[in-house]
T-cell receptor, first 113, second 114 residues
Framework: DTEVTQTPKHLVMGMTNKKSLKCEQH?????MYWYKQKAKKPPELMFV???????INESVPSRFSPECPNSSLLNLHLHALQPEDSALYLC????????????FGPGTRLTVL | GNSVTQMEGPVTLSEEAFLTINCTYT??????LFWYVQYPGEGLQLLLK?????DKGSNKGFEATYRKETTSFHLEKGSVQVSDSAVYFC?????????????FGKGTHLIIQP
């Protein structure tokens, strides 16, 4: 199984809502990542987990809260988002934080009204 | 810090034309290099990779060679198809240089006309 899955595929939420994005991989990878991608731009790294511990928080606003319940699962909790947070949110995993490739999920298309 | 520079496009070619997308990089350590492809409405798929100097990555007719002397990783394909229309991202991984995650170029939008 070389797949990273993400749910939901699409999400529309208001600025007062609380929602969560989910990501799962069963490749035994120990590093998992959240990226944000705006239209016609490259992905921007938000968070990195290595062995279920947060390794990097790239100065992301606190309205985004990551969680890694176990080595296969990664969540991104959303609260009080702004319209400019509308984007494609991509999850990825790699064997470790190393030189090997990252495998990406299909993404969640988020729209904040 | 690390950076990746690639031609942004859009690049428009006719079917069966030869493709080159240039990519150059700067890195603190000794990076691995990647080309990812993103089709409309989808996530990123790894197209090919190279982990050390002079390595050639290849997949689906695409090739790229890791050139340390010119810090380049240009993507080539001898005969493109309409189905190759997508956005192509050059990227590097350099954890030894203190950077976790991938550093991406801005992406090249490729349009292949029949």
């Amino acid at each position: 199984d070389t797949e990273v899955t993400q749910t939901p595929k699409h999400l529309v939420m208001g600025m007062t809502n609380k929602k969560s994005l989910k990501c799962e991989q069963h490749m035994g990878h120990r590093a998992m990542y959240w990226y944000k991608q705006k239209a016609k731009k490259p992905p921007e790294l938000m968070f990195v987990y290595s062995y279920e511990k947060l390794s990097i928080n790239e100065s992301v606003p606190s309205r985004f809260s990551p969680e890694c319940p176990n080595s296969s699962l990664l969540n991104l909790h959303l609260h009080a988002l702004q319209p400019e947070d509308s984007a494609l949110y991509l999850c990825a995993s790699s064997q470790e934080i190393d030189y090997n490739e990252q495998f990406f999920g299909p993404g969640t298309r988020l729209t904040v009204l | 810090g690390n950076s990746v520079t690639q031609m942004e496009g859009p690049v428009t070619l006719s079917e069966e034309a030869f493709l080159t997308i240039n990519c150059t990089y700067t890195a603190t350590g000794y990076p691995s290099l990647f080309w990812y492809v993103q089709y409309p409405g989808e996530g990123l798929q790894l197209l090919l990779k190279a982990t050390k100097a002079d390595d050639k990555g290849s997949n689906k007719g695409f090739e790229a060679t890791y050139r340390k002397e010119t810090t380049s990783f240009h993507l080539e394909k001898g005969s493109v198809q309409v189905s190759d229309s997508a956005v192509y991202f050059c990227a590097l991984s350099d954890p030894g240089g203190g950077a976790d995650g991938l550093t991406f170029g801005k992406g090249t939008h490729l349009i292949i006309q029949p």
